[in-house]
């Protein structure tokens, strides 16, 4: 794996060097397609919009990628098997009552949130789970927000996505605050493995995988 810098900063030299065959960018990057083109033929799609559900782009972005590389029936294919393995993981979640926290922890005070409007909200509709987070998101996350937030629905569930911060870890569990969350307390929070937040199909199915698990070894052990 190259590294190609960050996001912001792209390194041209080393994509140079890497010397792809094609370039597959996004909306974020129309402010360098032109030195993308010099480099490589590029091609854009966008998962990530406003008002858009991501799930559905990022159906409509692999069928159109497949198209364009000749790999039609392969793209249609992972298609139906992410949908599948959804639908899988659905049914592996017994308890569907309650609402579901999507957090990233910041620090021991803060963290980010995932709406409705993100992969891992959208996912979570498609799982048969609600989100607890109704407010307002930009980007499909609202961040810094204070711990305290989370007592805006106490019968809510938690699941917080690493990783997290080792000063964090340490010091919310020491922290009276953390403790006196209802959810703490009750044990109905679920610290899961890092998934990408923006990426597409792929971390789509790694999300319902991994939360539905979770929440499935949750339901056995307070069973």
Known sequence: MTDLGLRGSPNFEML????????????????????????????????????????L??????LAL?????????AETYVSASSHEIAQASRRIVDKTR?????????????RVFGP????????QRLGLSNAWQKPTSYAAAAPLPLEALVEMPEALIAIISPVPPDAHVTLGKSPLWK???????????TLPPVNPFGALPAARRFAR??????????ITNG
């Open 210 to 219: 991994i939360l539905s698990e979770a929440l499935s070894n949750r339901e």
């Open 66 to 74: 497949g198209e364009y590389l000749g790999r039609k029936p392969q």
């Open 16 to 55: 140079r060097l890497a010397h792809p065959d094609l370039i597959v960018s996004s909306g974020w990057f129309t402010w360098v397609q032109d030195n993308l083109e010099r480099i490589a033929p590029v091609v854009s799609y966008s998962v990530y919009e406003p008002g858009r559900s991501p799930y």
């Open 180 to 190: 006196a969350f209802p959810a703490i307390r009750e044990g109905r929070v679920v």
């Open 57 to 62: 782009a990022a159906e409509e972005t692999t």
């Open 99 to 111: 609402p579901v926290f999507l957090i990233n922890l910041g620090d021991a005070r803060h963290f």
């Open 117 to 124: 409007d993100s992969m891992f909200g959208d996912v979570l």
